[in-house]
């Protein structure tokens, strides 16, 4: 569950609302007025001009896109980016760019999502028919200095939104971060964010996964480091399967490292 702010960290957020009433939020894309305080970041235009992801044309495993590969073959196969990964599905709702990227990026200061985004969301929920089967939601954990610091978990925000939305129990305790790590720097690549991140995750009661479908949720999916090291410790602490759900992907090629 996503940390209590402290009073301090209330006032924070209400004197930025307050604000917002008497000084109109404006597009962090093009500087045009944002139509309400729930519509975030961005401004309708800027939103509209956002693409969702889809698996019609793509890697049924991990969605990634390719042009001229309809989904006609066996659901269960793998591109070459997702080959070597412990999760069994993966589904981003969006690219990690534009509008949605800015509602992201604003969720690493407030613990709030925009209308637009949870719409988003649960839009992409819908549409996977194997999400039916997840038993238990699992935000990707943060080490307890660095929720310290931030005051909350960003991904147990996100976790909680698709919990309600599937109407199905959130976990935000079954899985501990053990190894603080530096934050993942932008341009580090698939081998040198599998080193950061290995052995950096435990599962505290594996008997609440045992046996189960689990979803496992992030904001973004960069080079897959951080959400194939989550889903290897909950399979061998003997989950049924895990399902792997990010708000974002970021649209570079990047081989998952086992």
């Known amino acids: 569950m996503p940390r209590r702010l402290g009073i301090s960290s209330w006032l924070k957020a209400l ?7 008497a000084f109109p939020q404006l597009c962090r894309l093009c500087a ?11 401004c309708h235009r800027c939103w509209q001009q956002m693409p969702e992801m889809s698996t019609e044309r793509g890697c049924p495993r991990c969605g990634w896109p390719r042009p001229g590969w309809a989904i006609s073959a066996s659901r269960l196969s793998r591109c070459s980016h997702c080959r070597d990964a412990h999760f069994a599905l993966l589904r ?8 949605l990227r800015e509602n992201l990026l604003l969720l690493k200061h407030y613990p709030y999502l925009c209308g ?4 988003l969301i649960a839009r992409t929920i819908r549409r996977e028919p194997a999400f039916a089967r997840v038993e238990r939601v699992i935000p990707v954990p943060l080490h307890p200095r660095r929720l310290k610091e931030r005051g909350f978990n960003q991904a147990a925000v996100i976790a909680r939104v698709i919990a309600r939305e599937m109407g199905i129990p959130l976990d935000s305790r079954t899985m501990i971060r053990i190894k603080h790590t530096d934050r993942h720097r932008a341009g580090m690549d698939a081998v040198a964010r599998m080193k ?11 008997e609440r996964i045992r046996g189960k479908t689990v979803l496992l949720v992030d904001d973004v999916f960069t080079t897959g480091a951080t959400l194939n090291a ?3 410790v909950l ?7 895990v399902y792997g759900f990010t ?11 086992p």
């Open 15 to 21: 004197g930025d609302a307050l604000a917002g009433l």
């Open 92 to 99: 981003s709702a969006g690219p990690y760019q534009g509008a």
């Open 230 to 232: 989550c889903s290897r």
């Open 247 to 257: 708000v974002a992907r970021v649209m570079t090629w990047n081989p998952i490292v």
């Open 32 to 42: 045009a007025p944002v139509e309400s305080l729930d519509d975030g970041a961005t």
């Open 116 to 119: 637009r985004v949870r719409a």
């Open 235 to 241: 399979v061998e602490a003997g989950a049924e399967a």
């Open 196 to 206: 950061s991140v290995a052995r950096a995750f435990a599962v505290t009661r594996p």
